[in-house]
């Protein structure tokens, strides 16, 4: 079934001059190192993410008053967010703490929220409209690490952009911070979870005073794999949807699983096992070469965690599991759902200690992208729980599909419900323009394996 796409919505906003916003109160002067996970390649870029809200009745305040004024009380507890990124030796990042402060802009629209379908997660329309980058704004070092953009919509809603400096914090830590503005905007004295920045638990401990400990995985993620055959597309090639998986798609899937898969295998690890499979038909790869299918695995909450709570770094690792073309198209989708599985359940604290120590002697290299598909799953962070005084969100989660500079090597779950009311999960893909109705076609296989054509897509954009 094809839902209603907003991708030809064209709108106009009116932004007031960017400012910076300090904390509300003086914060220390010091400079703190970010862990060895924090600052790998594959994590120094700036995340976007979006906020729709309704009209809310009985709140008449200006939103974009609020919550900047909310974001200065949160930076007094999270203020190395108010500093600047440098870089010291061995590429080591650490922040300045300046208590410079956040970007902010105003931003006023003639567009109406019900405009925007927003429920059905990205791609968005006009997104640069929404989240401006503001001159001088997007680097890694010496910039803010913060952007917010609060634009009020002709209904009486408005939009919350973010754009956040991923080497700071993870998805649970963005939410973190997020949820103490949150609370400081509806009223609340102090956020109710204290940040602890606590970096050093995740840094590479040294053998002795000149050699650092050697990783103890092989951690085939970080493989140095050469661009062949085109395994890189450009972005201007690239064809963006967003499909939505419901129980039913999950049913269907987990049907083709042998009994003991269907019922040990979670639902990340059965979609993520189809997506990559039916992303392999469609590019149609020779058969021996290689496809890596990485998962962000968090060891938050896991046993025997090392990570406190209130830590809103990064912590978590890019377990890849990997198969020829070849394997992958001529077994059934239950032997990438295993890959998967094994891949992803090797992560534990040993494992992500381990990655810190290759970080800090191989010079913090980028994950593998060629060949290269990387998901991450966000519907359990809590985003869309969080309420700014206008009660929940109609969407809050990534604003775009991909991850950092690479276009077209990663997807988000996110949680979404789509135009009939049913809860699931909207899966943002990119693909080459020539493959994505091949992809849609290998998906409806799985997903309703006798109406293919019935897969439901939510929104496309090219």
Not at 39 to 68: N, T, Y
Not at 333 to 353: H, P, T
Request: with cysteine; net charge neutral.
């Amino acid at each position: 079934i094809a839902m209603a796409s907003s991708s030809a919505l064209q709108f106009t906003v009116r932004r007031n001059p960017a400012v910076l916003v300090p904390p509300a109160a003086p914060t220390p002067r010091e400079l703190k190192r970010l862990s060895d996970i924090d600052d790998q390649e594959g994590l120094r870029f700036q995340l976007p993410l979006i906020h729709f809200f309704r009209r809310h009745d009985g709140q008449d305040d200006d939103p974009a008053l609020v919550i900047r004024g909310a974001i200065a009380a949160a930076l007094v507890h999270y203020y190395p967010f108010a500093g600047r990124l440098r870089e010291l030796e061995g590429r080591k990042l650490a922040v300045d703490c300046t208590g410079e402060g956040v970007l902010f802009v105003e931003a006023d629209s003639d567009v109406r929220l019900d405009q925007f379908d927003a429920a059905l997660g990205p791609p968005f329309p006009c997104l640069d409209e929404l989240l401006f980058d503001v001159p001088g704004s997007s680097g890694i070092l010496d910039s803010p690490l913060l952007l917010f953009q609060v634009t009020r919509l002709a209904c009486g809603g408005f939009v919350m952009a973010v754009r956040i400096q991923h080497t700071m914090a993870d998805g649970a830590g963005i939410v973190q911070l997020l949820g103490a503005i949150a609370e400081l905007a509806r009223g609340a004295p102090e956020p109710t979870v204290w940040p602890v920045w606590a970096r050093q638990l995740l840094r590479a401990p040294p053998l002795d005073d000149d050699v650092l400990l050697p990783p103890r995985f092989a951690h085939r993620e970080y493989d140095e794999v050469m661009d062949m055959n085109g395994a890189i597309v450009p972005f201007d090639f690239m064809v963006h949807r967003s499909f939505f998986i419901g129980r039913r798609e999950i049913s269907a899937i987990r049907s083709h699983l042998p009994p003991a898969l269907r019922r040990g295998a979670t639902n990340f690890e059965v979609l993520t096992g189809c997506l990559w499979r039916c992303r392999t038909v469609a590019l149609a790869p020779r058969a021996d070469e290689e496809m890596r299918m990485i998962c962000i695995v968090n060891i938050r909450g896991r046993n025997n965690t090392i990570i406190p709570a209130g830590y809103y770094g990064n912590a978590f690792a890019f377990p890849v599991a990997i198969s020829t073309a070849g394997d992958l198209l001529a077994n059934p989708v239950s032997y990438a759902v295993e890959l998967v599985m094994k891949a992803k359940r090797e992560v534990d604290v040993e494992y992500i200690r381990s990655v810190a120590a290759l970080m800090a002697r191989r010079g913090r290299p980028h994950f593998a992208v060629a060949r290269a598909y990387l998901v991450s799953d966000v519907t359990k962070v809590g985003i869309r729980d969080l309420d700014f005084g206008w009660g929940k969100p109609v969407y809050a989660g990534p604003a775009k599909g991909g991850v950092g500079a690479i276009p077209g090597v990663a997807s988000f779950f996110i949680a979404v419900r789509n135009d009939m009311g049913e809860e699931g999960i909207a899966v943002p893909v990119c693909m080459p323009g020539p493959t994505m109705d091949k992809f849609v076609e290998e998906m409806g296989k799985l997903t309703h394996p006798t109406l293919a054509d019935t897969f439901q897509t939510l929104r496309s954009a090219i």
